[in-house]
């Protein structure tokens, strides 16, 4: 059972996108790397390190987090959702028979309630995630428990929904079309600077530091580079959706975004944030 009347909604919403994750994983996977290089790096993950990655998803950072600990460390990644690491796991199968080498192993696990021994990790990474759990003080007391002492645990969550264009231009025609469910709003709940290294101080960790990352992404003006974020992070509001309304839907998200077009590129900009605690 769900410890927090919120976690059960959490599970649907993605048990809901799974199949969509796995589906865009690969093509969205050089994006993602830009993304998990400085994640892993403020971790300080390096070969020979046990890592635990909480909140794998399809398998981001995990599986560029197992080439780096290389043959000598142990990469585990882990998720609330089986379903959600389908893509993880299938992405691990296929790196191994096509380079071989170390990958990682995935384990459900809810980070509120970690199945791991005290001290068990060099490292935690964490991309997107921790901002979906409603019992957050008890997910941090479980990572500083799991961490041995002086181990890092690196987590990546989103700035303000302004200075995310894909969220904020597909939310606005999502709300127009289907209402405001409130879904969007947990994404943005670590935006306030301070506010993440507030709580891991709570939970233990005695330092922490807070890293901006503003990338503006120069996407092809006339193509669909918008479609993964929304079967990923707007897919549970779409299931059941007739063709006629999700083509009209898909319409107007394609002319917010070609409104912004200069010279055949849509400029998107992103924001997030790299917490590190130790
Ligand atoms: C936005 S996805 C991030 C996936 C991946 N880390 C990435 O960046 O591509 C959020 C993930 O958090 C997971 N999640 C939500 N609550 C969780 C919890 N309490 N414990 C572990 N994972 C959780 C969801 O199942 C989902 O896979």
Redesign the pocket.
Known sequence: MDAHPD?SR?RDR?AASADA?DRWADPMADL?DKLNRPLLDAAGLTAGDRLLD?????G??ALGAARRAGAGGLVVG????PG?MAGAVRRARDIGEREGGPAPAFIA????ALPFADAAFDRVT????IM??PAVAS?LREVRRVLRPGGKAAFMVWGPCAGNGLFAGIGDVVADHLGEDGSLAPLFRFAEPGRLSAAMRAAGFTETEETDLTPVRKAPAGQPFWRAALDMSFGHRLGGLGVDRRTALEADIARHFEAQAVNGVVPVPSHARIVVGW
């Open positions: 976690a959490e993605w994750w993602a909480l909140a794998s998803g399809a981001e950072p882990s998720d609330l959702v959600m696990a809810d980070m509120t964490c991309r997107f995630g979906f759990v997910a």
